[in-house]
Every structure is written in structure tokens, then in C-alpha cells.
């Protein structure tokens, strides 16, 4: 699993996270974001870089192998 979690404490429910996931692994209930697909995440790490509260983590860790060549 790459994404492992978001910090609700610090996150301000902007929806960086899922405008920025080429993947679809979070997703909204009400105005809360969540990570509904982990099994998707292939650690590209835009949604962590683009967080402007530094509320979510990824695992260095791919949850899959790249196949190269791509």
C-alpha cells in the first residue's frame, strides 16, 4: 500500500489530493476526503507534494511493481 494515511487534524478539506490523483484513490463523503481505493495508489506522490498541509503521507513503498518498459 503506498498512500497510508491523512491526518485529519491538519487537513482543511481543500480536495488538493483528489483533483491532483491521476488514479481516483481518494474520494469525498460530504465535505470530508478519503482514501477509498489504497490498492491503486502506484506512489506517484503528486497528492503529498501538492498538500498545502502537509496531511497526507505515502509509503516509498509501491503497493505494485512498475513494469517497464512502460
Not at 481543500?14 to 488514479?23: D, Q, S, V
Not at 503529498?48 to 512498475?66: G, L, M, N, T, W
Amino acid at each position: 500500500m503506498a498512500v497510508e494515511s491523512i491526518d485529519y487534524d491538519a487537513c482543511s478539506d481543500c480536495g488538493e489530493c483528489y483533483e491532483t490523483c491521476p488514479l481516483d484513490v481518494y474520494d469525498r463523503a460530504g465535505s470530508t476526503y478519503y482514501i477509498a481505493h489504497h490498492d491503486d495508489c502506484m506512489a506517484c506522490f503528486l497528492c503529498e507534494i501538492d498538500c498545502p498541509q502537509d496531511a497526507i503521507y505515502i509509503s516509498p513503498k509501491r503497493s505494485r511493481p512498475v513494469v517497464l518498459p512502460y
